[in-house]
């Protein structure tokens, strides 16, 4: 580091100053880079799905520096992967009070008030269920191209209440800015607003077209695969783990909706039940990932494809003991045990 010494007939005193001066700018430096690599250390287990980890590191970061809204933000989202809304929101609250310019801090803010929403007793949810669409819409005005931010506010408003602020109309005019900014995620909006609808012939076709237009977004995809996954469609998820994987190569449900399709072809199934279990062993736990419990699902179908009704019903049982409330796991239990 340069040392500034300054000149006089004081320079001894000075000299003794710049040198102190600058021991303390290096340790702000230091300091600087140490919260820097703590938050790198945090993201790396956020991304493997350490989320208590992470957690952990950024706690002690933010006592540190309790002024960097980068650090809430991870936090806000690490709680929302392990399902503390309460926690997810507050440090959401944090973030947005810190840089309240940052669409992505309104971002998660809405979906952390969304979750709690729908956990809520009726009043409450009213008032949290309006402030979630206030800060999607929020962080869309900060920033149109931010299209998850977007699709948040789009799907709230196809599937809210005028009560709560949503509205199929509000949505609609929403669809059409976004299809002008990006003709993928134009389509999926159309495909997804139809989807809460029920209305699955329209939602087909919006879907392909979406994944016919070139789309950016690996959770775009993604989310199309799991729309396909629930409605047995192995042509589709064929197409969803072609472009999943070339969007990110790294991410585990490629493979995931590779297997899936097998079993729904009743091809290479050792193979679709090795890329299986690997998945429930290795990928990350995710909100938008199939969970484990699904995995299990699907190796149920796989025996099923295979006529061992026994160790179906066993896979069965171990989605419904991870997912109590798994209706898929639930209903093919149920036909396990009729045959």
């Known amino acids: 580091m340069r040392r500034i010494i300054w000149a006089g007939p004081m320079g001894v005193k000075r000299r003794f100053w710049g040198i102190a001066a600058c021991l303390i700018i290096g340790a702000a430096?230091?300091?600087a880079?140490?919260?820097?690599?703590?938050?790198?250390?945090?993201?790396?287990?956020?991304?493997?799905?350490?989320?208590?980890?992470?957690?952990q590191i950024l706690q002690a970061a933010s006592a540190a520096d309790p002024q960097n809204s980068e650090i809430y933000l991870l936090l806000s989202k690490s709680y929302y992967e392990m399902q503390d809304f309460e926690r997810a929101s507050a440090s959401a609250e944090k973030a947005v009070a810190i840089d309240p310019k940052n669409?992505?801090?309104?971002?998660?803010?809405?979906?952390?008030?969304?979750?709690?929403?729908?956990?809520?007793?009726?009043?409450?949810?009213?008032?949290?269920?309006?402030?979630?669409?206030?800060?999607?819409?929020?962080?869309?005005e900060l920033d149109e191209r931010n299209f998850s931010a977007m699709q948040a506010l789009i799907e709230f408003d196809c599937s809210a209440p005028g009560m709560v602020g949503g509205g199929e109309d509000k949505a609609a005019q929403e669809i059409e800015r976004i299809a002008?900014?990006?003709?993928?995620?134009?389509?999926?909006?159309?495909?997804?607003?139809?989807?809460?609808?029920?209305d699955y012939a329209a939602a087909d076709a919006e879907f392909t077209k979406a994944l016919e237009s070139n789309p950016t977004s690996a959770n775009l995809v993604y989310d199309i695969g799991d729309y396909a996954m629930k409605h047995d469609q192995p042509d589709r998820l064929i197409v969803v783990a072609k472009l999943g994987e070339k969007l990110n190569p790294r991410d585990p449900r490629g493979s995931f909706y590779r297997?899936?399709?097998?079993?729904?072809?009743?091809?290479?199934?050792?193979?679709?039940?090795?890329?299986?279990?690997?998945?429930?062993?290795?990928?990350?736990?995710?909100?938008?990932?199939?969970?484990?419990?699904?995995?299990?699902?699907?190796?149920g179908r796989l025996r099923e494809r295979q006529n061992d009704l026994q160790q179906a019903t066993n896979e069965y049982e171990a989605a419904l003991k991870l997912e109590p409330k798994n209706r898929y796991a639930n209903e093919a239990l149920k036909r396990a045990k009729k045959h």
């Open 29 to 31: 430096a230091t300091s």
């Open 259 to 299: 297997a899936v399709a097998a079993i729904l072809r009743g091809e290479a199934l050792p193979e679709a039940e090795n890329a299986i279990r690997g998945y429930i062993s290795n990928a990350p736990r995710r909100n938008t990932y199939p969970s484990p419990a699904m995995g299990h699902f699907w190796l």
């Open 33 to 55: 880079v140490n919260r820097s690599e703590a938050v790198e250390a945090a993201l790396r287990a956020y991304t493997e799905g350490e989320y208590p980890k992470a957690v």
């Open 103 to 140: 669409s992505l801090n309104h971002e998660w803010l809405g979906r952390a008030s969304g979750e709690k929403a729908d956990r809520a007793g009726w009043f409450a949810a009213i008032s949290l269920a309006k402030k979630a669409r206030k800060e999607f819409a929020t962080a869309v």
């Open 180 to 198: 002008a900014l990006d003709a993928a995620e134009g389509h999926y909006a159309r495909g997804n607003c139809r989807r809460q609808k029920k």
